[in-house]
């Protein structure tokens, strides 16, 4: 395989920060600031604003919407049409002097149709379930789900970087 990535031919990408073997699919569009690592699959249907970070290996699900502020680090998982938000009090015309910052951790897991309210972090290797909302950050490891999502039980982790479910 080659070192250089994929844009399919019906997706509008702006960005020249797109690291090597990473693929966008059809019907996406990314604007000139977004940087976007190594290894990365951004399904179809997404659309990630300038102030976007998205780290190797990550997978974006289709019907996908990463907003100024957003920070998705190395092994992150994003289900089909998650939400975020960057915006605690939206009004139409009239934005902050900077949009809050979101950030997914190492091998963080976000379950489908579940909305992330702005200025959390979800932790390492957490696990947030479809269809949940997120109201306030989750630590490492935790899985959390519902609406408002609470911690149910915590990811397993060895020395080895393996992972299993509890709770």
Same mark, same amino acid.
């Given at each position: 395989?080659?070192?250089?990535?994929?844009?399919?031919?019906?997706?509008?990408?702006?960005?020249?920060?797109?690291?090597?073997?990473?693929?966008?699919? *059809?019907?996406?569009?990314?604007?000139?600031?977004?940087?976007?690592?190594?290894?990365?699959?951004?399904?179809?249907?997404?659309?990630?604003?300038?102030?976007?970070?998205?780290?190797?290996?990550?997978?974006?699900?289709?019907?996908? *919407?990463?907003?100024?502020?957003?920070?998705?680090?190395?092994?992150?998982?994003?289900?089909?049409?998650?939400?975020?938000?960057?915006?605690?009090?939206?009004?139409?015309?009239?934005?902050?002097? *900077?949009?809050? *910052?979101?950030?997914?951790?190492?091998?963080?897991?976000?379950?489908?149709?579940?909305?992330?309210?702005?200025?959390?972090?979800?932790?390492?290797?957490?696990?947030?379930?479809?269809?949940?909302?997120?109201?306030?950050?989750?630590?490492?490891?935790?899985?959390?789900?519902?609406?408002?999502?609470?911690?149910?039980?915590?990811?397993?982790?060895?020395?080895?970087?393996?992972?299993?479910?509890?709770?």
């Amino acid at each position: 395989m080659t070192d250089s990535f994929y844009i399919h031919p019906l997706a509008d990408v702006k960005t020249t920060l797109i690291g090597a073997r990473s693929k966008i699919w *059809q019907f996406c569009v990314v604007l000139p600031g977004a940087k976007i690592g190594s290894d990365v699959n951004i399904c179809s249907h997404c659309f990630i604003e300038d102030d976007v970070e998205i780290g190797s290996r990550v997978t974006v699900k289709s019907g996908v *919407q990463l907003w100024n502020g957003v920070r998705l680090r190395d092994e992150v998982f994003i289900g089909p049409n998650v939400t975020f938000t960057n915006d605690k009090f939206p009004r139409s015309k009239k934005y902050p002097n *900077q949009f809050l *910052q979101t950030t997914i951790e190492f091998g963080a897991s976000i379950g489908a149709g579940s909305i992330i309210l702005p200025g959390l972090t979800i932790g390492k290797h957490a696990m947030i379930g479809a269809g949940s909302l997120v109201t306030k950050s989750i630590p490492d490891y935790a899985i959390a789900m519902g609406s408002p999502a609470t911690i149910r039980g915590y990811v397993n982790h060895n020395e080895s970087g393996d992972t299993s479910l509890s709770g």
